[in-house]
C-alpha cells in the first residue's frame, strides 16, 4: 500500500503533537526513522537495509527520542514502546549487568582470571569503562579480539547474557537506544 505525502505529512503532524518526550529507556516512547513502514522489528534484519546510521553506535535497531530527529533518518517514522522491564545498558554499567556479563563470558569459556576482579568488583569513575556504555560496548572488541570479531559479535554475546540493548548519547547530544532485543519493542 502505497503512502501519500499528505498521508505521511499528517500522521508525522500528529505522532509529533501527542508524543511524550522521554530520556528513559525503558517504558517510555522512541522513533525510528526509515524509507520505508515497519509493521515489526528484526534483529536478524539489521544490516541487510542500507539504513543512515547502522552500526555507528553498536550492531542492533536504532531508535531515537526525539520524533524530528528520526525524521532525518526517513520519511516513514514507527513510534514505539520499550518494555519496561527490559535490561538496558545505560549511564553506569550496573553491578547486576556486570554480573550477568560475567556470568556469559565463564559459561562461554571466555573468562580471563585477570577480568574476575574487573567485572566483580568495578572502579566506577570519570573516565571508567563502565560510566560509558559505549566504552564499555568497545571494551569487549579490544579485550576479547580473538573471539569477537565484529560489532554484531559483541551485541550477540551481550544478548546471550541478558542485555536488551543500550542507551547512548550521540556527539550532538540525541538519546539513542540501540535494541539487540527485538522482543522488547512494540509497534505503537
Known sequence: MKVSALEKIITGVILEEFAPQSNSAQDSIWYHGSSQPIRKFKYSLVGKNSEKISGYHGHGIYFINDINRAKRYGDYITRVAINESANILKDNVTPQQLNLVYN???REGLQRP??????????????SVFTDVEEFYDFFLRAYRTHFKTIKDVSDFLLRAGIDGMQVVNDVGDIILV???????TVI
Open 104 to 106: 556469559q563470558l565463564v
Open 114 to 127: 585477570q577480568d574476575k576482579e574487573f567485572f566483580l568488583k568495578p572502579t566506577y569513575g570519570e573516565y
Open 179 to 185: 535494541v539487540f532485543n527485538e522482543d522488547i519493542i
